[in-house]
């Protein structure tokens, strides 16, 4: 791959970010890919690797931070010169935000890289309107990216809660060659505190880090707070904390000297995505005591290797000190423990990950190239489904034309369809062996809307007491003169919600449109109505069969000579999704040799399209009647469906 690196920060200033970025440039090139980074420069300074400084202008109050923000046109011709296959943001904010822009412009898939919580920094620092319009840039700006990474659960989860979608977690790698046991020092100690058990704090002196929640440790017997880090809060930390040793900064060996020569390492900063510190620290062999907030949640388990102390409560962060600093055989069990923890967390690990976490977004650059209108969220590539061992007995389809197997008539008698649904109860019967009878029954009736499967089908499908349920429903609805989306898809979710609390797994489908240019008025609709069913999916446990990201089954020739209708080859499409979202082993491979063997049998319609299909539509539509007056569902009450031969394969 060819990975262009936007990077909000980068050398001389040594922070996070900086220190990410390097580490995943140097473990990407040595798997042979191609790294390009476009970041702040200082001055006349290059990089020293392949990439561009674009000009910057330092931070008020805070010089080592840099602020740039170059023409989109200007990054846009930096990736196409280096012909990038991805963007990688890196903390994006405003030059991120730049290279967002240029990858659109150049059609390029991007991977935000959530690093840095701005909304609580800017909170920090007292500007509270401030802090709302940083939460609305970052939120615009993750909504645009392709794919976003996330360091920690409460990172992730304070992204959805923004309404961002696509967010992945992906962690940070420690180097456990430099950050080791084996650099502690005595001599080191020796000088900087003789006789003491050091606790120690590294990072940034900055109000966002908290580090004036340290003066709380003042005056615990026997111990020296070792402050390494700098930045425009240390005159006043000096101020108050006399007593404490400030080392200001460190890098290298000299850094990993320090950390591994303390006893105990102290993270009081509440707004950290991650905490790459404490991964040192731990990797050093110090027990940690961190803040039980944000990324530390993920990396401290306390009790076990640190402790974890009561946000914004400094005397229980002098409590947790005290109980380390004064127990040696605690601190050297917490020790061990916290360099066991970290073992499994190299950058090699992380580096494949990452480029696992480029393919997908490629995947999903390419499916919303394919979309005519964006609601969030988004669709996504499919998520793995349930666990490969679980079994079904009992399944029920409910739905309209689409589900009941309407011009699929391959195989089947006169007059008979053999829809998706009834191809998935093949696949699922044959999956569960012989072991017990597979029940199946289509409660689908053509023309149906939501309010149909609301008052008709759910109930009747409660009493059959099924353990799997189909739910595709919504076309009929959308297609209509006057109708509200977003009260289409809470009716379905409360109907999924009934299923969900009568103990029924749900396979909830977003519905989908030919690729036709008079399908166009109602992609809209669709676009908002399928955002909705995701969020439903997603609150009630449902599993989401998201035929509306799939660009496969918008091509006309898997649609029916009536133009609103699959075909027999796109049922037995759907039927292949549908099977790989419910954790059929091989479905894929399946659906492949299905198609390579399968000969359609459906027989051409006689007349033309306007004669045969829409007049007849119209006159009904004008004498208030549908295609589905009068009919029941084709399978009423449960078949048995046996391992799949001759032409229906069921039996009653």
Not at 176 to 184: A, L, M, Q, V, Y
Not at 569 to 583: S, W
């Amino acid at each position: 791959m060819r990975v262009a690196v936007v990077t909000e920060s980068f050398l001389p200033h040594m922070n996070g970010v900086t220190g990410s970025v390097l580490q995943i440039r140097e473990h990407l090139e040595r798997r042979g890919h191609e790294v390009f980074v476009i970041a702040p420069g200082v001055g006349r300074r290059e990089l020293g690797m392949p990439g561009r400084s674009v000009p910057s202008v330092p931070l008020p109050r805070y010089p080592a931070v840099r602020l740039a923000i170059p023409p989109v046109a200007s990054i846009a011709r930096d990736l196409a010169r280096f012909e990038a296959d991805v963007v990688h943001l890196a903390s994006p904010f405003l030059l991120g935000w730049q290279g967002l822009v240029a990858a659109e412009v150049r059609r390029l898939p991007t991977v935000a890289v959530y690093q840095t919580d701005v909304v609580a920094y800017v909170g920090r620092y007292g500007l509270s309107q401030g802090a709302a319009l940083a939460e609305a840039h970052v939120r615009r700006l993750h909504r645009r990216a392709t794919l976003t990474l996330a360091p920690s659960v409460s990172a992730r989860a304070q992204l959805e809660g923004f309404g961002i979608d696509r967010v992945a977690l992906w962690g940070r790698g420690v180097d456990g060659i430099r950050f080791t046991p084996d650099r502690r020092d005595d001599r080191w100690r020796q000088r900087v505190a003789p006789g003491e058990v050091i606790v120690g704090y590294m990072g940034r002196l900055a109000p966002e880090k908290q580090v004036e929640d340290l003066v709380a440790l003042r005056g615990i017997p026997g111990i020296r707070l070792v402050i390494v880090g700098d930045g425009p809060a240390r005159p006043a930390l000096e101020q108050m904390m006399p007593d404490a040793v400030f080392l200001g900064h460190l890098d290298g060996d000299e850094l990993a000297t320090a950390l591994a020569s303390f006893d105990v390492f102290v993270h009081p900063g509440e707004s950290e995505t991650f905490g790459q510190t404490i991964q040192e620290a731990q990797a050093s062999g110090v027990p940690v005591v961190a803040t039980g907030s944000g990324g530390p949640l993920d990396l401290v388990r306390s009790s076990v290797d640190g402790w974890l102390y009561r946000p914004g409560d400094t005397a229980d962060l002098r409590a947790r000190v005290a109980d380390l600093a004064g127990d040696d055989a605690k601190r050297r069990a917490f020790a061990r423990a916290a360099r066991d923890a970290v073992s499994g967390r190299t950058w090699e690990a992380l580096a494949d990950r990452l480029v696992e976490h480029y393919e997908r977004a490629a995947m999903l650059h390419v499916m919303d190239a394919g979309r005519r209108v964006h609601a969030w969220p988004r669709p996504d590539v499919a998520a793995p489904g349930p666990d490969a061992a679980r079994r079904w007995s009992r399944y029920v389809a409910l739905g309209d034309s689409i589900t009941e197997g309407l011009c699929d008539s391959s195989r089947m008698p006169a007059g008979a369809f053999r829809g998706w649904a009834d191809r998935l109860a093949h696949l699922l019967a044959l999956r569960g062996g012989d072991r017990s009878p597979f029940r199946y029954a289509n409660l689908a009736v053509r023309s149906r809307r939501v309010g149909h499967v609301v008052d008709e089908q759910v109930p009747r499908c409660l009493e059959m007491r099924p353990d799997l349920v189909s739910v595709l429903i919504g076309a009929n609805d959308l297609t209509r003169l006057r109708c509200d989306p977003r009260v289409l898809a809470t009716q379905v979710e409360d109907a999924v919600s009934r299923l969900r609390a009568a103990g029924c797994d749900v396979l909830l489908a977003t519905v989908f449109l030919p690729d036709r240019v008079a399908a166009g008025v109602f992609h809209r609709r669709f676009a908002v109505y399928n955002a909705h069913l995701r969020r439903a999916a997603a609150r009630t446990g449902a599993i989401l069969l998201d035929l509306a990201a799939l660009p496969e089954l918008s091509r006309t020739e898997l649609w029916a000579d009536d133009k609103v209708h699959l075909r027999a080859r796109g049922h037995r499409y759907v039927a292949y999704r549908a099977a790989d979202a419910l954790g059929v082993p091989d479905a894929e491979a399946l659906a492949g040799l299905d198609e390579a063997f399968h000969v359609d049998e459906d027989t051409p319609p006689g007349g033309s399209w306007l004669r045969r299909d829409a007049l007849p539509w119209v006159w009904r539509r004008l004498r208030g009647r549908t295609a589905g007056d009068g009919l029941t569902a084709k399978v009423p009450d449960y078949v048995v469906v046996g391992r799949p031969s001759g032409r229906a394969g069921l039996r009653r």
